[in-house]
């Protein structure tokens, strides 16, 4: 049976980074008196945390807005329960978007 390759702690990763950018890795590892793999990590640990806070972003626009239900919204931050704040600003939304159709329906002389 194959292993799991995630089963370490850790996985080599061998990658080729052009030479103008290798030195202006090293300029800012040296600046902050570090190695350049161990600003490398760091790098790409902060990228991956700040993708992850992006998409929870994200998904949290998509709930107010009405792109995604509360299902959804549970997968994607790992919440256990929607808060108020954002129920109510859904709830906004809602109300929003029924006054601006009903509005929009007067404009045109439709009778609603």
Not at 55 to 72: M, P, T, W
Not at 95 to 103: A, G, N, P, V
Request: negative net charge; contains cysteine; glycine residues 4%.
């Amino acid at each position: 049976m194959k292993e799991d390759k995630f089963n370490k702690k850790s996985t080599p990763v061998s990658i080729r980074i052009p030479n103008d950018i290798l030195k202006e890795l090293d300029s800012m590892a040296e600046t902050e008196n570090i190695d350049r793999i161990s600003w490398i990590r760091r790098a790409i640990i902060m990228s991956i945390e700040h993708l992850s806070e992006a998409e929870i972003d994200g998904a949290i626009e998509d709930y107010i807005c009405l792109r995604i239900d509360e299902e959804e919204l549970k997968e994607i931050t790992g919440m256990k329960k929607i808060s108020d704040d954002l129920k109510k600003a859904r709830e906004g939304k809602i109300t929003f978007l029924q006054q601006k159709s009903i509005s929009e329906g007067r404009k045109d002389g439709k009778n609603l």
